[in-house]
């Protein structure tokens, strides 16, 4: 069970706190509103039948501020930040820049054929900490958990409006991440991606992580009774990861406490694994994969970490054959990967 304190920022966004007890600080003063930029919009690409979001007002964003002028920080004297207030567990605000928004805007006027929408949506940011030196891996499990029950509340919210919802997190400057802070970021699309609509399909089709879960034998890296945490046997990325729960779950909002509680061990285990594995942080792309409309029924959930160095001083790039073809090399076997995670320290969190 969470506590949440709703608060509206001086620009009209909203700020949400989460925490295990309630928030009742008085708000200082917050950065000052920005005027909103010129409305994202959406491409059609014909070859890929997907969707491509253009938005032209995130060039101006924070890049690389000094860790004194974090925007996720909490207030403190003479610092402005995002979040007006001097403590905080965890907390989850519109983006200021976002890709996808309902504010609209006319749409560019482009050569004949080529099909375009605006790109409404949510775009939200989601603190794990007010610590600016903490991560994932150094969180506690009951923080992990925490983090679950807010991605389980803003699924469930956002999913209201929006046919697809996705928590993610990008780990690291290698990666471009631009802000060192704990944090990740949820997207509510106007559409369900083509990507996850095959996901999902393949699903309804037959129950591929069900059979994946009764099936994982060496692939495994960590079992407990209600959650798993394996190396996927067709694995794109080197040591890519996924937790599952054992019970199939459209999302995080489906999970028990029990459920949550299993899930968030394995998470904050598995991260501490990768930044274990080349003695430097793991740069990666962590998803959660939840439910789009219309699939609730047979979507089983995964929590997927994409790891983007495959050795020491190596990163994994997207080169000819995976942009070319689509088809993804990779040089580590996906049991191979496994049985070298489960020799790592998965310790506590520091
Ligand atoms: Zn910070």
């Known amino acids: 069970m969470f506590s949440l304190r709703e608060h509206r920022l001086p620009d009209g966004r909203e700020l949400l706190l989460f925490g295990r007890s309630a928030h009742r600080e008085e708000p200082c003063e917050s950065l000052p509103p920005v005027s909103p930029g010129a409305g994202s ?6 070859l890929r039948g997907e969707w491509v979001a253009y938005a032209g ?4 964003r924070t890049f690389l501020p000094a860790a004194s002028f974090c925007p996720l920080c909490p207030a403190a004297e003479g610092r402005l930040g995002e979040i007006p207030f001097r403590t905080f567990e965890i907390a989850v605000f519109e983006n200021r820049f976002p890709a996808f928004s309902d504010a609209g805007g006319a ?4 050569p004949p054929g080529v ?3 605006p790109a409404k949506g949510r775009c939200e940011v989601v603190v794990f900490s007010d610590d600016h030196r903490a991560a994932l891996g150094t969180l506690s499990d009951d923080r992990i958990a925490l983090l679950f029950e807010v991605w389980g ?5 956002l999913g209201r409006e929006y046919p697809h919802v996705l928590p993610f997190e990008n780990r690291g400057e290698e990666i471009g991440v631009t802000l060192h802070h704990p944090h990740g970021q949820i997207y509510a699309f106007p559409f369900i991606p083509a990507q996850v609509r095959r996901a999902a399909e393949a699903q309804a089709a037959s ?3 069900g059979d994946l879960l009764r099936h994982a034998g060496e692939l495994e890296i960590e079992a407990l009774d209600e959650a798993v945490a394996l190396v996927p046997p067709f694995a794109m990325y080197p040591y890519e990861t996924w937790i599952l729960p054992r019970r199939r779950a459209p999302g995080p ?6 459920e949550r509680q299993a899930m968030a061990r394995l998470l904050g285990r598995a991260v501490r694994r990768l930044d274990g594995l080349f003695g430097s942080p793991m740069p990666y792309i962590l998803t959660v994969q939840c ?3 219309g699939f609730e029924d047979s979507f089983h959930m995964s929590v997927e970490i994409r790891p983007f160095r495959r050795d020491s001083g190596k990163l994994k790039y997207l080169a000819g054959v995976e942009q070319g073809a689509g088809v993804f090399l990779a040089d580590i076997l996906p049991e191979d990967a496994a049985a070298r995670l489960r020799t790592l320290p998965a310790g506590g969190p520091a």
């Open 41 to 46: 919009h959406l491409r059609w690409h014909p």
């Open 57 to 60: 007002a995130r060039q101006g």
């Open 107 to 110: 749409l560019p006027v482009l």
């Open 115 to 117: 099909e375009a929408a």
């Open 153 to 157: 509340a803003r699924v469930e919210a």
């Open 207 to 209: 129950p591929v992580i």
């Open 253 to 258: 909002q489906a999970l028990s406490g029990s």
């Open 291 to 293: 439910a789009p409309r």
